[in-house]
């Protein structure tokens, strides 16, 4: 039976899975990566996921907020290069936006995602089109929105299934943004690589809240 929300330990263990599923991912990641841009982000996220598993155990949090938080500001200290600041922006921003609440559910999701899609976009200036990550984010974010009302084992599942359309759409796209723009009509039929660890980041969340 899913969770219809999270307490502050289901969150912390939630994010554990998110971390060990990215890294996990390395491989994947990293040819993504290589296929359009310098082949450095599996272990970019690798070295943060660990990072973030490090801060994760040698903490004590006093509620959810500070757990995203934590996790975005492990990211950025530890992997340097876009996706460091643009990932800890999307954990850091995302756990602002749960500041006072006691648990995570459908309206924490879309309270998180809001602003950090927002955060990344200022942060970054792509838009949805420019196969980046913001091509999985901003439909995950958009599909939070429209399901306040659903237990979180439902708008997860469906904010995940946006988030991997986002990513699989991103294929068809030509790169205008990051590395990859200098290759034009090349960078066609590849998923972009940090638009592949946002659907491996909501995946893994549904997968701990569905479980
Ligand atoms: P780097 O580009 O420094 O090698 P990574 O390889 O770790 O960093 O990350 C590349 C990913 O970062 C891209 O696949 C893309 O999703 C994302 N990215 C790069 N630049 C931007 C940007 N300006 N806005 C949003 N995302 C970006
Ligand atoms: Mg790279």
Same mark, same amino acid.
């Given at each position: 039976m899913g969770k219809e929300n999270l307490n502050l330990n289901e969150t912390v263990e939630m994010v554990k899975l998110v971390a060990s599923s990215i890294i996990e991912s390395e491989p994947l990641l990293t040819d993504a990566d290589r296929n359009l841009g310098d082949g450095d982000h599996g272990l970019g996220m690798e070295?943060? %996921?660990?990072?973030?598993?490090?801060?994760? /155990?040698?903490?004590? &949090?006093?509620?959810?907020?500070?757990?995203?938080?934590?996790?975005?500001?492990? %990211?950025?200290?530890?992997?340097?290069?876009? /996706?460091?600041?643009? &990932?800890?922006?999307?954990?850091?921003?995302?756990?602002?936006?749960l500041e006072g609440k006691e648990v995570f559910d459908s309206e924490g999701i879309r309270l998180f995602l809001e602003s950090a899609n927002e955060g990344v976009k200022s942060r970054g200036g792509a838009s949805v089109g420019d196969k980046t990550m913001i091509d999985a984010l901003e439909p995950a974010a958009e599909e939070a929105?429209?399901?306040?009302?659903?237990?979180l084992y439902e708008s997860i599942k469906l904010v995940a299934q946006a988030a991997e359309a986002g990513k699989e759409k991103s294929k068809d796209m030509i790169a205008t943004m990051g590395r990859a723009k200098t290759l034009g009509e090349r960078s066609l039929g590849h998923p972009d690589a940090g638009a592949c660890s946002i659907a491996i980041i909501f995946e893994s969340m549904s997968k701990f809240i569905n479980k």
């Open positions: 070295r943060g %996921m660990n990072a973030v598993l490090d801060k994760i /155990s040698d903490s004590t &949090f006093e509620n959810i907020s500070d757990v995203f938080k934590a996790t975005g500001m492990a %990211m950025m200290s530890s992997m340097g290069g876009a /996706s460091g600041a643009l &990932f800890g922006t999307l954990f850091r921003n995302g756990g602002k936006a929105m429209n399901h306040t009302s659903l237990p």
